[in-house]
């Protein structure tokens, strides 16, 4: 599945009010200031002049460039919510559902950070501190749509019968580990090696939680005889 990954908005001096208004403008122009400026050469000042507002203005909403960062990144994480949610709600197999909305949490994050590759280095400290504060909000969220999707496969007799809160944040935890880090920013990988990487573990952790899978394995285990041990 491709990503569109939309960084621009139209956004008029009369569409909304206040300082809804000013945040809305400034991230709809952080986008090209990390592309064409770089996060070190990048200011409040910076941001506020390709936004097409007064500094003192993005100053009322946004305390430092760092803060721009931060909700940069909560809104790229609402579209790839918004994504996943859409992907959980198709009508494709509970099995092949699972398995797209684990691949695309992980590969929606390398792509959304592709544009900066450049500058992705002096990035690399506010990013992560970034992702570390940000990162439990979005695995909550995340952990809301995986449930549903879990009773729904519970329902249909697919996935293995473990409570489905405890077995989303398994699922979780278990690809967090492919998310961007410490040893993935730079270079970022290419997207077709996070694919293959990425769809090879989540399979393995898929065919875990599938109900048919435990029911085969419980036929096929080989049955000790306990007088061989005497």
């Known amino acids: 599945m491709s990503v569109v990954l939309p960084m621009t908005i139209c956004v008029t001096n009369d569409t909304i009010p206040g300082q809804a208004r000013i945040r809305t403008l400034v991230l709809s122009a952080v986008h090209d200031e990390l592309v064409l400026r770089g996060y070190r050469e990048m200011t409040l000042a910076s941001i506020a ?3 097409g507002v007064d500094e003192n203005e993005a100053e009322s909403v946004f305390v430092s460039k760092e803060s721009v960062l931060v909700a940069h990144l909560d809104r790229m994480n609402g579209s790839l919510l918004s994504l996943l949610a859409s ?13 797209e909305v684990l691949l695309t949490r992980v590969t929606f994050r390398f792509d959304m950070l592709r544009p900066y590759a450049r500058h992705i280095e002096e990035m690399r400290e506010p990013l992560l501190l970034a992702m570390r504060h940000r990162g439990p909000v979005y695995v909550e969220a995340e952990a809301r749509i995986l ?3 879990l009773w729904e496969g519970q329902r249909r007799g697919i996935v293995d019968l473990a409570d489905p809160v405890p077995l989303a944040r398994t699922l979780l935890t278990a ?3 492919l998310l ?16 293959r990487t990425a769809g090879e573990l989540i399979d393995i952790v898929i065919e875990g939680t599938l109900l048919v899978n435990w029911s085969a394995l419980q036929r096929e285990s080989p049955r000790i005889d306990a ?4």
């Open 147 to 149: 449930e549903r999707l």
């Open 180 to 195: 961007p880090g410490e040893t993935t920013l730079n270079p970022l990988p290419p997207a077709r090696e996070v694919r």
């Open 175 to 177: 690809t967090s580990a």
């Open 49 to 51: 002049a390709r936004a």
């Open 227 to 230: 007088t061989a041990l005497l």
């Open 87 to 99: 992907i959980a709600e198709t009508s494709e197999p509970v099995r092949d559902r699972l398995r």
